[in-house]
């Protein structure tokens, strides 16, 4: 055989087995011009998913009040001013929630607000159930701090992990908050015939508890950076 051919044959080999261990090592899909780790891709995927389902909770959680207010006036005899309270603590409790972002994303990520938000609105859910107004308001103060710490911190996720998706994926984002915005007067219409009122705020804080365990399990992926 010809030398010539031979050196170019195991020259041939040593570049293919070469080739072969790089492509093992590297375990990235080249589409287009963007590079995505598979096993990332599907993290980044659960934990998508999980934001989105737990944004249910939160849209249940956010317009509750005004279904169940005509309860808690009866259980505690609240005049309409001492009624309309409950939307000033709420929304108040809401806004520093909000503000507290600014100080706790930057150092600690999303899962320092997920995670605590969902388990406020918990105790929250389940503090209605008070015995006295005093102790509802509380409870609302609590769980108007949670959406505070939620509704804004979930939509800053999406819109950092989405990227080129992200009008969409935003889009998906509220539409979760929709579906439980909607369902909720259908639920307080349910419970409240059944006379479960109770067991609908504990019902909700238990999905809200589940939402927290769900995110504190999912690699959340991005720290915010402060502007």
Same mark, same amino acid.
């Given at each position: 055989?010809?030398?010539?051919?031979? =050196? *170019? +044959?195991?020259?041939?080999?040593?570049?293919?087995? &070469? *080739? &072969?261990?790089?492509?093992?090592?590297?375990?990235?899909? %080249?589409?287009?011009?963007?590079?995505?780790?598979?096993?990332?891709?599907?993290?980044?995927?659960?934990?998508?998913?999980?934001?989105?389902?737990?944004?249910?909770?939160?849209? %249940?959680?956010?317009?509750?009040?005004?279904?169940?207010?005509? %309860?808690?006036?009866?259980?505690?005899?609240? !005049?309409?001013?001492?009624?309309?309270?409950?939307?000033?603590?709420?929304?108040? !409790?809401?806004?520093?929630?909000?503000?507290?972002?600014?100080?706790?994303?930057?150092?600690?990520?999303?899962?320092?607000?997920? =995670?605590?938000?969902?388990? @406020? %609105?918990?105790?929250?859910?389940?503090?209605?159930?008070?015995? !006295? =107004?005093?102790?509802?308001?509380?409870?609302?103060?609590?769980?108007?701090?949670?959406?505070?710490? =939620?509704?804004?911190?979930?939509?800053?996720?999406? @819109?950092? !992990?989405? +990227?080129?998706?992200? /009008?969409?994926?935003?889009?998906?984002?509220?539409?979760?908050?929709?579906?439980?915005? /909607?369902?909720?007067?259908?639920?307080?219409?349910?419970? +409240?015939?059944?006379?479960?009122?109770?067991?609908?705020?504990?019902?909700?804080?238990? *999905?809200?508890?589940?939402?927290?365990?769900?995110?504190?399990?999912?690699?959340?992926?991005?720290?915010?950076?402060?502007?």
């Amino acid at each position: 055989p010809d030398p010539r051919t031979s =050196v *170019a +044959e195991a020259s041939l080999r040593r570049f293919s087995s &070469f *080739a &072969f261990r790089i492509s093992q090592d590297l375990p990235v899909c %080249v589409t287009g011009s963007v590079q995505i780790s598979h096993p990332d891709a599907s993290r980044n995927r659960a934990a998508t998913a999980a934001v989105f389902a737990s944004f249910v909770v939160a849209g %249940v959680v956010t317009t509750i009040l005004g279904p169940i207010l005509p %309860v808690l006036i009866g259980r505690w005899s609240l !005049t309409d001013a001492r009624a309309g309270l409950f939307f000033t603590v709420q929304f108040t !409790t809401n806004m520093i929630g909000l503000a507290s972002l600014s100080a706790l994303l930057p150092r600690w990520g999303y899962k320092s607000t997920l =995670v605590p938000g969902y388990l @406020a %609105v918990a105790v929250g859910l389940a503090g209605l159930n008070a015995s !006295t =107004v005093h102790g509802g308001l509380v409870a609302t103060a609590i769980y108007g701090y949670g959406l505070g710490l =939620v509704l804004s911190s979930s939509n800053l996720w999406v @819109a950092e !992990t989405a +990227e080129s998706g992200r /009008v969409a994926a935003l889009s998906i984002l509220n539409f979760s908050w929709g579906i439980g915005a /909607v369902a909720c007067p259908a639920l307080v219409l349910i419970a +409240e015939r059944r006379q479960d009122i109770s067991w609908l705020m504990y019902g909700i804080a238990a *999905a809200a508890v589940c939402a927290a365990l769900v995110l504190a399990v999912m690699r959340l992926g991005v720290k915010a950076t402060a502007r």
